[in-house]
C-alpha cells in the first residue's frame, strides 16, 4: 500500500532507495536556490515575485557583484557627479603650525645712559612713536657732574686764552720771555682739551649744542635727561613710573619700543622635513584670526637642535604686516614650498572613500552606471583636491562626488 502511494505520488515505479536519492538531490537544488535567492533577493525583488499586489513596480536598488561592484538606478544617480580623471600640478612643500612673535631683530629696549631717577613718563603702552620723540625724564646726578666739569673747563680755557694772549703782547714789547709764552700755550691747549671732552660727554647724555651754550653762559646745571625713542615704533611694554630708580642694562628695562612692519612667526617643524629647508625660502602664513588671507614672509633661521622630546626643529620667519594687523601669540599655519610642483592625478575631496581598514578607495565606471571599487593611494592635498599616488589613470570615470554615497549603498545592499 505504501509503494502504491509513493508510486502515486511521484508518477514511477522507481525504487524507493532511487527515489530516496532523487529526493535528496531535489532538495538541494531547491536548498541552492533559496540560497543563492536570498543573497540575490535584495538586488531585484520584484523580478522574482513580481510588484506588490494592487501597487505599480519600484524601481530596481543597487546591484553588487562579489563587494566590489555595484549598479546604481537614476534616482541614486542624482547624489552622484562622474568626471574623467584629471592631472593636476601639486606644490612639493610642508606644513607646520605655529605663532606670531615680535621681530626682535627690530624690538629695542629703551634704557637711560646713566643711572637716575623717573621724573615723568610720557609715552603710553600701545602708543606709537617717532624717532627722538620723548619717552621719559630723569634726575640724573652723573648729568649734573658733567655739566659742573663743562662749565669748569669752559672758565678753564677762557682763562688760559686770555693769558696766552697777554704773554703773546708781552713778548712783542720784550716785557717776557719765550719760555713765558710757550708755557702759555701748554697751558691753553690742555684747557682747549680738557673742555672739549667734558662737551662731548654731556653730548652723550642728549644735551644739544645750544643747551650746552646756554649752560656755560648761566653757569647754571641742567640735572633732567630726557631719554627718547631710538627708533619708529609702538611701545609694546612700559615700566616706568614718576620716582622708579633706573640704570643701565637693569633686568627691566623702563619701554620697549618696537617696529611692527614685520613680525616673526615661530614653527616647530618635524626633524624628517628640516632638511628640506633653507634660508630665504619663502613661507605663506596663514592666521586663524584672519580667515582666508594669507601672509607673506622668508625664513630667517633655522633651529641649530632637535627638541628631545618632540623631535621637532623651530624655523623662525619673518613676515610682512604694513598694517600692524599680527599680534604676538596668534595662532599660524605655515606653508613653505620645498621643491618643484608635481604632477599626478587628481580627485576632489568627496570623490575618495577611508575604508574601515584604513585603505583608501575610489569608485571607477564606464557607463556611468556601474562603479566598481577602486583601491587607491593618495599623497598631497590641497584647494579640496587630492594626488591620486596609484590606483588610477588620468581620463578614467570616476565618482568625483557622491563616493561615500556609493560606499553606503553597496553596504547596504551586501547585508
Given amino acids: 500500500m505504501m509503494r502504491a502511494n509513493l508510486r502515486y505520488l511521484w508518477g514511477s515505479a522507481v525504487p524507493i532507495d532511487v527515489k530516496s536519492a532523487a ?32 501597487g505599480p513596480a519600484s524601481a530596481p536598488a543597487a546591484t553588487v557583484r562579489g563587494a566590489q561592484e555595484v549598479t546604481l538606478n537614476q534616482g541614486q544617480m542624482q547624489h552622484v557627479k562622474v568626471a574623467p580623471v584629471e592631472e593636476r600640478d601639486f606644490a612639493n612643500r610642508r606644513e607646520a603650525i605655529g605663532n606670531v612673535d615680535f621681530n ?95 662737551r662731548n660727554a654731556v653730548a652723550i647724555f642728549g644735551k644739544s649744542e645750544a643747551e650746552m651754550d646756554r649752560m656755560i653762559k648761566e653757569r647754571r646745571t641742567d640735572p633732567v635727561l630726557t631719554v627718547t625713542s ?44 628640516s632638511p628640506l629647508l633653507r634660508v630665504g625660502q619663502p613661507v605663506k602664513v596663514k592666521v586663524m584670526a584672519f580667515p582666508g588671507r594669507v601672509f607673506d614672509g622668508k625664513v630667517t633661521s633655522i633651529g641649530a637642535t632637535v627638541d628631545a622630546g618632540t623631535h621637532r626643529v623651530l624655523v623662525r620667519s619673518e613676515i610682512q604686516d604694513p598694517h600692524h594687523e599680527l599680534r604676538p601669540g596668534m595662532f599660524t599655519s605655515f606653508e613653505i614650498r620645498t621643491g618643484e610642483p608635481i604632477r599626478s592625478p587628481a580627485l576632489t575631496v568627496d570623490g575618495v572613500v577611508r575604508e574601515g581598514d584604513g585603505t583608501m578607495t575610489a569608485w571607477v565606471t564606464a557607463d556611468r552606471k556601474r562603479f566598481t571599487r577602486r583601491v587607491v593611494k593618495i599623497g598631497l592635498m590641497q584647494d579640496d583636491v587630492i594626488q591620486i599616488v596609484d590606483g588610477l589613470r588620468p581620463g578614467e570615470l570616476a565618482a568625483t562626488e557622491g563616493a561615500l554615497f556609493i560606499s553606503n549603498a553597496a553596504a547596504m545592499s551586501g547585508t
Fill in 23 to 54: 529526493i535528496g538531490a531535489t532538495a538541494a537544488a531547491v536548498v541552492v536556490g533559496g540560497l543563492v535567492l536570498g543573497l540575490s533577493g535584495h538586488t531585484q525583488p520584484t523580478a522574482l515575485y513580481g510588484p506588490p499586489a494592487g
Fill in 104 to 198: 626682535e631683530e627690530r624690538s629695542v629696549q629703551v634704557f637711560p645712559t646713566n643711572q637716575g631717577r623717573i621724573r615723568r613718563a610720557f609715552a603710553r603702552i600701545g602708543e606709537d612713536v617717532r624717532k627722538g620723540q620723548p619717552l621719559f625724564e630723569i634726575d640724573s646726578p652723573d648729568l649734573v657732574q658733567a655739566e659742573s666739569t663743562l662749565i669748569s673747563t669752559a672758565g678753564t680755557r677762557e682763562l688760559t686764552t686770555r693769558a696766552l694772549q697777554r704773554a703773546r703782547g708781552l713778548l712783542e714789547i720784550q716785557g717776557n720771555a719765550q719760555k713765558d709764552v710757550d708755557q702759555a700755550v701748554a697751558d691753553q691747549q690742555t684747557a682747549d682739551a680738557a673742555y672739549k671732552a667734558a
Fill in 230 to 273: 631710538p627708533i619708529d615704533g609702538r611701545v609694546t611694554a612700559r615700566n616706568a613710573q614718576p620716582g622708579l630708580l633706573v640704570q643701565p642694562g637693569s633686568s627691566t628695562a623702563p619701554y620697549t619700543v618696537s617696529d611692527l612692519s614685520t613680525m616673526w612667526m615661530q614653527a616647530f617643524v618635524p626633524e624628517t622635513d
